[in-house]
């Protein structure tokens, strides 16, 4: 029996149901100050599963209870190749448990769709990419290279998990990865990037009922909500268009003065400091630079407007760039035999909305990274995520068959 089909044959959609939903069962939602408010008891549980699979298991003490699981089989040694499987250990907040059908957490099996925070988002990904390790090692296929799994903290938040990992050397030395996060297993080649960018307008202090004696801050941010339109346009100029992303968008998302810690609202004192935050998300085709002398140039213009204050703008997170991959890629190229030799299908392609880890795998290590995993693309963070069976299973399918033909590469 071919290698392919061994390995294909140990992977059985009840088991892959049963571990997403003991993945699910264990909620993994950061809650800091929150005792247990964290991923350490999800990631304890998937280094345990990969012990037993005999899966050779670093844990990376990212932050205080906060471990990136990192299992892998096979060697990365000269001229062989290094394939990272990736997942987020992560949820997002259930919100309020009462909106949903079933509890979040209890991971409810229905009609061959299984409920609950993470079902999508993303723990059948990473079960499905867990099962495909441990396939080739059941079905003893001695990989070429080294298939790396990656079991990451904090993806929702500030991606601390892959900002480390990629500092490492089981990070350096990757070669490609496939970033196992809900796009309905189709072959996302691009992603949006995304720039938070936060203005700070700074005017003098004065009673509301003699103004003339002040400079209002706020007045600068409605200079900055004006020019937000043309921004996006400039951005959309700027960037290269997509067929499967939308256009770049410039979203005001929060508004303060004073801003929180400086000082307290009323309603007769013009502040002296005025914040507001805008979500970029972008296509590929402008570097950092390109959005910081666009995003000086807002501030210079909003300054102008607003005699005697002074507008500054600093970004909130580090810079997240769109990221394209060509479709030459040895990656991708396996990529497509994974999908047609695993599930036996054509495959399709489409583009990720926001960012992932695969972002900061990219812009970091440069290295090539096709997204691809089970779930409908619009479910995360919802209420009643789901997420169907036969799709964790053909993932897993994908991922192994994916793999096998990347590492003979
Ligand atoms: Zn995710």
């Not at 939308?246 to 998302?253: A, E, K, N």
């Not at 500054?312 to 990656?331: G, H, K």
Request: proline share 7%.
């Amino acid at each position: 029996m071919p290698a392919l089909d061994q390995v294909l044959a140990q992977i059985h959609s009840d088991e892959l149901a049963e571990l997403t939903r003991d993945l699910i069962r264990i909620p993994s939602v950061y809650r800091p100050g929150e005792p247990g408010g964290n991923e350490e008891r999800v990631a304890r549980f998937v280094e345990s599963w990969l012990r037993r699979e005999g899966v050779e298991v670093l844990v990376q003490e990212v932050a205080p209870g906060r471990p990136n699981i990192i299992g892998w089989i096979g060697e990365k040694t000269p001229g062989r190749k290094s394939l990272l499987l990736e997942g987020h250990t992560d949820v997002v907040t259930e919100g309020d448990a009462g909106h949903w059908t079933w509890p979040p957490f209890s991971a409810e099996l229905v009609d061959g769709r299984i409920y609950g925070r993470g079902a999508a988002d993303m723990k059948s990904g990473l079960a499905a990419a867990m099962v495909a390790v441990a396939a080739l090692r059941r079905a003893g296929v001695e990989p070429r290279g080294k298939l790396v799994l990656g079991a990451l903290v904090d993806e929702e938040d500030a991606m601390l998990g892959v900002r480390h990992l990629v500092t490492t050397d089981v990070g350096r030395e990757l070669d490609a990865a496939i970033i196992c996060e809900p796009e309905q297993n189709e072959l996302c080649l691009e992603q949006r990037g995304v720039v938070w960018a936060r203005f700070r307008a700074r005017g003098r202090m004065a009673h509301g009922a003699m103004p003339e004696a002040g400079v209002n801050p706020i007045a600068c941010l409605g200079a900055i909500l004006r020019e937000a339109p043309a921004l996006e346009r400039r951005l959309r100029r700027r960037c290269t268009r997509s067929r499967h992303l939308r256009p770049p968008t410039v979203t005001p998302t929060i508004a303060q003065a004073p801003p929180r810690g400086v000082g307290v609202p009323q309603s007769n004192v013009i502040p002296a400091l005025a914040e507001l935050t805008l979500d970029i998300r972008l296509t590929a085709g402008i570097d950092a630079d390109g959005v910081r002398s666009e995003l000086e140039a807002v501030c210079a213009r909003a300054a102008a407007g607003c005699p005697g204050a002074k507008v500054e703008w600093e970004p909130v997170n580090p810079f997240r760039l769109a990221t394209q991959v060509d479709r030459a890629e040895p990656l991708v190229q396996c990529m497509i035999r994974g999908v047609r030799e695993g599930a036996g299908r054509a495959p399709k392609f489409g583009g990720v909305p926001g960012s992932t880890d695969g972002t900061v795998l990219r812009m970091e290590l440069g290295i090539p990274i096709v997204t691809c995993g089970p779930g409908n693309r619009l479910i995360p963070h919802q209420v009643n995520e789901y997420v169907d069976v036969a799709e964790i299973a053909e993932a897993a399918r994908i991922y192994a068959a994916a793999a096998l033909s990347y590492l003979e590469s």
